[in-house]
């Protein structure tokens, strides 16, 4: 089981927060709860105060993600700021995990967290909920650079080698097995939390020794793909939660098979 809440420095929030610290924190105007679960779910019941983002409103074509532009007015349609802190939750953690990297991608990464256990978790403790959407606020949402979030397919063929890099696939073993990336790892998305149901994380100690097991380095980047870069997307954020340095191939193997040139292990 994670802690509570850490401070990290006057203004930073550990990656993971508690039911606890996000009830403390609900009409704090500093924090933002994004509710990022299916439009019935968030009909019937989210967190007071919790806005509404879809992952596909961060969607352009062939599931690729939105220009920064277009991101950016998204999250302040959401009521994101450039001094907000954002605290995710949803039914799904791959869609949480996308969500999450969508604003990582325009340079708001570090002020994001993720609630443990969701709504799940909350309304099983008997913390309030409600039904009505919170009144409309725009935020002012600046984007900065963030090279080091997204990579391409060229990227990726080119560092299959590198010592410096680990190839994270986060497929299923089924998947895996009809083709992979040459050199990568299988590790399962699942395996990050210790109690699934509840959507429960395992501690950071217990997701550094996973992702030790799948031969991530001290020394290494970690470069996740799925199928078309969710699952990938949730991998990335727990690699960077723990303190491991990570980029996500958002095309993944959707986009990775469409090119003959690129090297296919079974």
């Not at 019935?40 to 007071?48: E, L, W």
Request: charged share 20%; glycine share 8%; with cysteine.
């Amino acid at each position: 089981m994670l802690p509570t809440l850490v401070l990290l420095s006057a203004t930073a929030v550990a990656p993971i927060v508690s039911t606890e610290w996000v009830q403390a924190h609900l009409t704090d105007p500093k924090v933002r709860v994004v509710d990022v679960s299916d439009g019935g779910q968030y009909d019937r019941a989210h967190i007071p105060g919790a806005r509404k983002i879809d992952h596909m409103a961060t969607l352009g074509d062939g599931h690729r993600l939105l220009p920064p532009d277009a991101l950016a007015r998204v999250w302040a349609k959401a009521g994101v700021s450039d001094d907000t802190h954002v605290v995710l939750y949803g039914d799904s953690p791959m869609a949480t995990g996308w969500v999450y990297m969508s604003l990582a991608a325009i340079g708001h990464g570090d002020h994001a967290s993720m609630l443990d256990g969701g709504l799940k978790l909350w309304q099983s403790e008997k913390r309030p909920t409600s039904a009505d959407a919170p009144p409309t606020e725009t935020g002012r949402l600046t984007v900065r650079p963030a090279p080091d979030v997204i990579v391409d397919a060229a990227w990726v063929r080119s560092r299959l080698e590198s010592p410096q890099v680990r190839v994270l696939d986060v497929r299923t073993t089924r998947e895996w097995n009809d083709g992979h990336l040459p050199g990568a790892t299988l590790v399962l998305w699942q395996d990050l939390f210790a109690d699934l149901n509840m959507l429960k994380f395992k501690s950071p100690d217990e997701i550094r020794a996973l992702l030790a097991r799948a031969g991530v380095k001290s020394d290494q980047e970690a470069v996740t793909y799925c199928a078309v870069g969710m699952r990938a997307s949730l991998m990335y954020w727990a690699a960077r939660a723990v303190g491991i340095p990570a980029r996500v191939y958002v095309g993944s193997w959707q986009d990775w098979q469409r090119d003959s040139k690129n090297p296919i292990a079974k």
